[in-house]
């Protein structure tokens, strides 16, 4: 695929991942994006399979990674990915999902800092940017806004909102792989590496005292509604039929890992990637 030209002269592109399946949340994010981060002067992307969309007030370019695949059967999550990541024409990528809805208002000045830290130090492979993803051990920096990412963190490798080095990102990714499966294989990867992985100081950017990117983790869970939604888009004037979906309903820790282990008993390759940690 051929790259975008960058002409907004931000070291970054904001990439919304998604898929045609996820259409009816594109409105609801994009309108909320629109006012808790109106200076956003960074390309927007939104990683579609064949659908064009618009937005009233925002220039969204729709990648159509499947309509540009000459790959027949459909795209992974993985291949999809990669191929938008192909197109982008910045050094570095603020990653979000269709289902990050915003509710409030983004510190676009410290985003902008991170990615300036960032292409000053070519060893910053990634910077997280919410209290979610990566779950510790944390390690001090030099920096009191910033913690290291300690190499045996689970979900080091995660896809809650944050900033990439685009060639980083690619790297981790094998195009068998769903999320789920990229979070999971991808932190076993990254432990034999020596990536310099960040996020931002969780005593002083968090819900309670000064998010930087702040929404419900996450607003679809199995393709189901987070039962917090109804009352967000109520407050937003979003009206949505949420019959189509239903509500989740989160199951017990260890049905969890039961259902887990299930999937991956379903697929020989994935058990063996899972247990040599590939």
């Known amino acids: 695929m051929t790259l975008i030209k960058n002409s907004f002269n931000k ?9 045609d399946g996820f259409e009816d ?10 006012k808790y981060w109106p200076d956003n002067a960074a390309p927007i ?3 579609t399979e064949r659908k064009v969309w ?3 007030g925002l220039s969204i370019y729709c990648t159509q990674v499947q309509e540009k695949s000459s790959i027949e059967r459909r795209l992974t999550w993985s291949e999809c990915l990669i191929s938008a990541l192909d197109l982008l024409g910045t050094p570095l990528v603020l990653y979000f999902q269709e289902d990050y809805f915003l509710e409030r208002s983004i510190d676009s000045g410290l985003i902008n800092q991170m990615a300036d830290l ?4 070519s060893k910053i492979g990634h910077i997280g940017l919410t209290h979610f993803g990566s779950a510790g051990p944390f390690k001090q920096t030099g920096d009191l806004r910033l913690w290291e990412i300690d190499k045996n963190s689970r979900y080091r490798i995660s896809t809650q909102a944050g900033l990439w080095r685009v060639d980083v990102l690619r790297s981790y990714l094998r195009s068998e792989e769903n999320g789920w499966m990229f979070e999971i294989f991808g932190t076993r990867r990254a432990k034999s590496r020596d990536d310099y992985f960040l996020t931002l100081n969780r005593d002083i950017y968090n819900p309670q005292v000064s998010p930087v990117i702040q929404y419900t983790h996450t607003g679809i869970i199995k393709g189901q509604w ?3 939604m109804p009352d967000l888009f109520h407050a937003h004037g979003i009206k949505i039929d949420f019959d189509k979906r239903g509500f989740h309903k989160r199951k017990p820790w260890l049905l969890s890992k039961i259902d887990i282990g299930r999937k991956l008993l379903k697929s020989p390759i994935l058990l063996m990637k899972y247990i040599s940690g590939r």
């Open 226 to 228: 987070h039962e917090r």
């Open 54 to 56: 618009e937005y009233a």
């Open 11 to 19: 070291p970054y592109s904001i990439l919304v991942n998604s898929s």
């Open 45 to 47: 992307f939104l990683n």
């Open 25 to 34: 949340c594109w409105g609801p994010f994009f309108k909320l994006f629109q």
């Open 118 to 121: 960032m292409l000053a130090n």
